[in-house]
């Protein structure tokens, strides 16, 4: 079982940065492919990043490629998404999700947190 708990979120201008954290509960995190999805209003949930359990392969959506960086410290059980040069096309809930396989597809992730606002004003 894991339990996931994103922050980070909030306000921010258009051109602007935000670093958004998920902990996770349990031993097992260093095991996991962690993602980040984002669902803005009116939309169906989407897939941002994600990141393999070691750390050396990762992936983006095409959208947000050279501005968005995952990264994971499994010494802390946290994964990362730096949001540089936000857009208010960025604006949505972004969920944290925990899974199997490195993917784009939400289903293949079991855990997911309860999500966070982020805001990009123009």
């Known amino acids: 079982q894991v339990q996931l708990v994103e922050s980070g979120g909030g306000l921010v201008q258009a051109g602007g940065s935000l670093r958004l954290s998920c902990e996770a509960s349990g031993r097992t995190f260093s095991t996991y492919v962690m993602g980040w999805f984002r669902q803005a209003p009116g939309k169906e949930r989407e897939f941002v990043a994600s990141i393999a359990w070691s750390g050396r392969s990762t992936r983006y959506t095409d959208s947000v490629k050279g501005r968005f960086t995952i990264s994971r410290d499994n010494a802390r059980s946290t994964v990362y998404l730096q949001m540089n040069s936000l857009k208010p096309e960025d604006t949505a809930v972004y969920f944290c999700?925990?899974?199997?396989?490195?993917?784009?597809?939400?289903?293949?992730?079991?855990?997911w947190g309860q999500g966070i606002q982020v805001t990009v004003s123009s």
């Open positions: 999700a925990a899974g199997p396989f490195q993917s784009s597809k939400q289903e293949l992730f079991g855990y």
